[in-house]
């Protein structure tokens, strides 16, 4: 936006000088402008009010606009009307910029430019400094005006970006530790834990079953382990409510499955084949929905017969397709052409006579034709039919066309060809494809069939090439039941380890289902893993399903690297063995897994759960909570709609422009959405996953309902406490000393330690930041952004969970370095064991008894002793203690005190 100056006599009062000449001169482009993003501007009606001057002088005030940069304020501006006094307004805005740096700390000041002007005069200082720098007139606001070359240097983008620099530089902590990264080299930092034995070959054995991939194994899949979709069981679990959370138009503009298994609206539109022929038909569902596996059913399992006899299929698969319209055509036809010889596989479409079939139509012409001149000659008309023929199997499009007319409508059948795999491409790949089905449909006689993407459909429905598409043949698949696609498959594996006739255990499930497995140190195994998915079925199903982006497939893969995990331990396995299957692994152990799978410590780059309390010690302003608010501003958006009519979709840049003066880099917001569109917890309008402008649309994603989710999680902090860089040193090792020893690590008490300790840091930085910005800003919205207020009681609800109620709430009591007065009750070799109240009993170990302590018999039963807490252990039920030495005795003041502290005694208003 250029700025133009306005006339003097069009400037009638100081609103006039606001919008018409400051905040156009502020945003307006370089060089006439000062070249501001309209987000690093706020306006008098974001700025909080605060107190100002002393005395008579002592007035509530607040400036009409703030220059930020993340969040820091660099220059404050004052406007007056035409005939009012700079000069005060000046003086003012100089209090204001005193104010705001005094809760900086000294020697920041980052407020350290003022600005005033009525239109007619502008003049620009420093904040401690009550001569101006910078005096202008309106007639200099020109581009050649030595005066505004000086304004710009002073107080334009460049100039203000360079004092973020130095402002950003003196706050920022000189130095970062992360805790994994202090316990040894990359191969101890990265290091795997074993996988475990029976894991590994379940892993190995039945891949097939959990992830088939020849059409030997997904015909299997089709007709013994298919599991429907049936839409009376949609929508019944809360999980699924929020996760599906609105209706999409796939979904209300297509035409639903009663019952995936029987699919009685598909077969009906197949009744009248002919009418099908130079027709597309969508098949819309999400990505790894099943729709491959759906029309693999469909074609093996349930279509009818006298459908399997008029029907010819060709499956082409799109994952090998090029992406470019150069040469997806010809490669779609000799895919055509492939897929109409597997169709019969009895033929030798090699021999001469084969040839001579599918070209059954062009011999005849031939022979018609120039042929007939040869009839006399044998030889010579074999010849010229061999070169005719030699032409016509060199055009890829005429052979395509004579193979898909002999395979199909010679014989009376409808030709059905469907492309598989299209949606896993960026929606510019899917639309070519539609684009490429439509070509198929029109250049040969068959019904094309399109697995499409729902949001591809949802999106871009009205426009071309998608609103061609038939309304009467889009049909909408939704993801089976998880846990029965789960059951399924592991029962199809007890199935084959069910070899021998040996004894046959089974149990049920919550939910009906009945599991039979054999007996078998491998069935026991699998048996059990999937008893712990149904025990927790809560947190651990849409934990998997969320972070699979409902996409089953995926969800079956990270199944089975649960299994070979080495988080379950010989201890665990020896539990399943003993229990034969029925041992359910504890949810801490679960969520373990689900954290490291395979690796000892936690790493956000190569886990699924990603940290979303994590910061870049490179950045200018590193900031912990730049993921967190992403996510929740995304889900506070979920179901509205954005500037586009999408529901739940927003731009980049109207992101940075709400988050950025809450302290957030837009560099830095920019980086941190590609790295969550990569952990698919935001997902893009065209499903890219790098290369983002400020334009791009995102939407918050399952993942990321899951991760908001797990950030209330004891395990998922303790997990995070390993990975975080802190920029002081004695929490970071507080971290280390715990985790430094696999025996300890995973403990429910190293958990809830790291824990607390990790909250406790990341509360105090937050505010940090909040007293910040609270001088200049209604806070609320980051406030509400990044609230960790309900975590602390899922840490006590852990706590209390194992240790109870009482030593659940001894470390509140009892904090590290506190000193309390216990009862001896117990002497021994070792050490002396203090009741502090009763349940509660801590040791002093004889290393922590003074020299002159040597022999315990000092010590009598009874006896009252000062102590000090080193450390408290809830889980353990334990206490550490050190002697301090003999408690004072109470003086008779004390005594008349604690008179009336003492219910019933003399004096206190309970007596009797």
């Known amino acids: 936006m250029n700025f133009e100056l306005p006339h003097l006599n069009d400037l009638h009062n100081e609103s006039d000088v606001e919008q018409k000449l400051i905040y156009p001169l502020l945003t307006g482009d370089e060089p006439l402008g000062l070249g501001f993003f309209s987000n690093e501007v706020l306006t008098k009606q974001n700025i909080r009010r605060i107190t100002i001057g002393k005395g008579a002088d002592r007035k509530s005030y607040f400036p009409d606009y703030l220059i930020v940069a993340s969040g820091i304020p660099l220059a404050v501006i004052e406007a007056k009307g035409p005939n009012e006094d700079i000069d005060e307004a000046f003086r003012e805005a100089r209090l204001y910029a005193a104010e705001i740096n005094a809760i900086f700390g000294s020697g920041v000041n980052p407020l350290g430019k003022v600005v005033a002007t009525n239109g007619a005069r502008l003049i620009a200082g420093f904040w401690d400094s009550s001569i101006p720098k910078v005096d202008i007139t309106h007639a200099q606001f020109g581009p050649s005006s030595e005066g505004m070359a000086?304004?710009?240097?002073?107080?334009?983008?460049?100039?203000?970006?360079?004092?973020?620099?130095?402002?950003?530089?003196?706050?920022?902590?000189?130095?970062?530790?992360?805790?994994?990264?202090?316990?040894?080299?990359?191969?101890?930092?990265?290091?795997?834990?074993?996988?475990?034995?029976?894991?590994?070959?379940?892993?190995?054995?039945?891949?097939?079953?959990?992830?088939?991939?020849?059409?030997?194994?997904?015909?299997?899949?089709?007709?013994?382990?298919?599991?429907?979709?049936?839409?009376?069981?949609?929508?019944?679990?809360?999980?699924?409510?929020?996760?599906?959370?609105?209706?999409?138009?796939?979904?209300?503009?297509?035409?639903q499955f009663e019952d995936t298994s029987r699919p009685r609206e598909f077969l009906e539109a197949l009744k009248e084949p002919r009418q099908l022929e130079h027709q597309v038909l969508l098949i819309i569902g999400s990505v790894g929905v099943g729709k491959t596996t759906f029309i693999d059913h469909l074609q093996y399992a349930a279509l009818p017969q006298d459908l399997v006899d008029t029907t010819v299929w060709v499956r082409v698969n799109m994952n090998n397709a090029p992406g470019v319209k150069d040469e997806i055509y010809d490669w779609m036809r000799s895919e055509i052409i492939l897929g109409c010889r597997a169709a019969y596989p009895q033929i030798d479409f090699d021999s001469l006579e084969a040839i001579k079939a599918v070209f059954s139509v062009e011999v005849h012409k031939f022979k018609k034709g120039l042929g007939a001149l040869y009839r006399g000659n044998e030889q010579l008309f074999n010849e010229k039919l061999a070169d005719h023929l030699s032409g016509l199997m060199n055009d890829r499009h005429h052979q395509a066309v004579a193979y898909t007319r002999h395979c199909s409508t010679e014989r009376g059948k409808l030709l059905v060809i469907v492309i598989d795999n299209c949606d896993k491409r960026t929606l510019d790949q899917q639309l070519l494809m539609f684009e490429v089905a439509q070509w198929t449909q029109r250049?040969?006689?068959?019904?094309?069939?399109?697995?499409?993407?729902?949001?591809?459909?949802?999106?871009?429905?009205?426009?071309?090439?998608?609103?061609?598409?038939?309304?009467?043949?889009?049909?909408?698949?939704?993801?089976?039941?998880?846990?029965?696609?789960?059951?399924?498959?592991?029962?199809?594996?007890?199935?084959?380890?069910?070899?021998?006739?040996?004894?046959?255990?089974?149990?049920?499930?919550?939910?009906?289902?009945?599991?039979?497995?054999?007996?078998?140190?491998?069935?026991?195994?699998?048996?059990?893993?999937?008893?712990?998915?149904?025990?927790?079925?809560?947190?651990?199903?849409?934990?998997?399903?969320?972070?699979?982006?409902?996409?089953?497939?995926?969800?079956?893969?990270?199944?089975?690297?649960?299994?070979?995990?080495?988080?379950?331990?010989?201890?665990?396995?020896?539990?399943?063995?003993?229990?034969?299957?029925?041992?359910?692994?504890?949810?801490?152990?679960?969520?373990?897994?689900?954290?490291?799978?395979?690796?000892?410590?936690?790493?956000?780059d190569y886990s699924y759960v990603k940290n979303l309390l994590a910061l870049d010690a490179k950045d200018v302003r590193p900031n912990y909570f730049t993921r967190l608010v992403l996510l929740r501003w995304l889900y506070g958006k979920f179901s509205q709609q954005g500037r586009t009519g999408l529901k739940g979709y927003f731009s980049i840049g109207a992101a940075i422009d709400e988050l950025s003066?809450?302290?957030?880099?837009?560099?830095?917001?920019?980086?941190?959405?590609?790295?969550?569109?990569?952990?698919?917890?935001?997902?893009?309008?065209?499903?890219?996953?790098?290369?983002?402008?400020?334009?791009?649309?995102?939407?918050?994603?399952?993942?990321?309902?899951?991760?908001?989710?797990?950030?209330?999680?004891?395990?998922?902090?303790?997990?995070?406490?390993?990975?975080?860089?802190?920029?002081?040193?004695?929490?970071?090792?507080?971290?280390?000393?715990?985790?430094?020893?696999?025996?300890?690590?995973?403990?429910?008490?190293?958990?809830?330690?790291?824990?607390?300790?990790?909250?406790?840091?990341?509360?105090?930085?937050?505010?940090?930041?909040?007293?910040?910005?609270?001088?200049?800003?209604?806070?609320?919205?980051?406030?509400?952004?990044?609230?960790?207020?309900?975590?602390p009681e899922a840490i006590d609800a852990l706590e209390r969970s194992v240790a109870g109620n009482t030593w659940s709430s001894a470390a509140k009591r009892f904090p590290p370095k506190s000193s309390a007065v216990g009862t001896v009750v117990n002497v021994r070799d070792f050490g002396v064991f203090v009741e502090l109240e009763p349940g509660i009993t801590g040791l002093i170990h004889s290393s922590r008894l003074p020299l002159g302590f040597m022999r315990l018999e000092q010590f009598a039963y009874r006896e009252r002793v000062l102590v000090e807490i080193i450390e408290v252990y809830p889980v353990k039920r334990k206490i550490d203690l050190a002697y301090v030495g003999t408690p004072k005795q109470p003086s008779l003041a004390d005594m008349g005190q604690l008179a009336f502290d003492i219910p019933g005694a003399p004096g206190s208003d309970q007596m009797v």
């Open 661 to 791: 003066k809450f302290g957030f880099d837009p560099e830095v917001i920019r980086r941190e959405v590609e790295y969550l569109a990569k952990a698919q917890c935001v997902v893009a309008e065209d499903f890219s996953l790098e290369g983002f402008s400020d334009e791009k649309l995102i939407r918050l994603a399952p993942a990321g309902f899951v991760h908001l989710d797990l950030i209330k999680s004891a395990t998922y902090l303790a997990a995070i406490a390993e990975d975080t860089a802190f920029p002081n040193e004695g929490v970071a090792k507080r971290v280390v000393a715990r985790i430094g020893a696999l025996e300890n690590q995973y403990n429910v008490d190293t958990v809830i330690a790291n824990a607390r300790d990790v909250l406790a840091f990341f509360s105090e930085q937050r505010e940090t930041s909040l007293a910040s910005l609270d001088a200049i800003l209604d806070r609320s919205v980051y406030e509400r952004l990044s609230d960790l207020s309900d975590v």
């Open 443 to 604: 250049e040969f006689r068959a019904l094309v069939i399109l697995p499409l993407r729902e949001e591809t459909y949802d999106n871009y429905r009205d426009r071309p090439p998608l609103d061609t598409a038939l309304k009467d043949l889009v049909f909408r698949i939704e993801p089976p039941v998880f846990q029965q696609v789960l059951v399924s498959r592991v029962q199809m594996a007890l199935s084959e380890i069910r070899s021998s006739g040996s004894e046959t255990y089974r149990y049920d499930l919550p939910n009906g289902f009945r599991v039979e497995y054999p007996q078998s140190d491998k069935a026991y195994y699998l048996a059990s893993i999937l008893y712990a998915v149904f025990e927790h079925d809560r947190e651990i199903r849409r934990i998997i399903l969320g972070l699979a982006a409902r996409n089953i497939r995926r969800a079956l893969e990270m199944f089975l690297e649960f299994c070979r995990s080495g988080h379950i331990t010989e201890d665990y396995i020896f539990k399943i063995r003993q229990a034969q299957g029925r041992y359910v692994l504890p949810l801490h152990v679960v969520e373990r897994v689900l954290l490291r799978m395979n690796r000892r410590f936690y790493d956000s």
């Open 150 to 255: 000086e304004l710009h240097s002073f107080i334009g983008r460049s100039a203000l970006h360079a004092d973020y620099l130095r402002i950003s530089s003196a706050v920022k902590p000189s130095r970062f530790w992360k805790p994994r990264r202090m316990l040894g080299g990359i191969a101890v930092q990265q290091g795997e834990i074993s996988l475990n034995t029976f894991g590994t070959t379940i892993s190995a054995e039945f891949a097939h079953i959990f992830n088939p991939s020849s059409m030997e194994d997904r015909i299997r899949i089709a007709k013994e382990g298919y599991v429907p979709s049936k839409r009376r069981e949609r929508y019944v679990d809360p999980i699924d409510k929020v996760i599906r959370a609105a209706r999409p138009p796939s979904e209300t503009d297509s035409i």
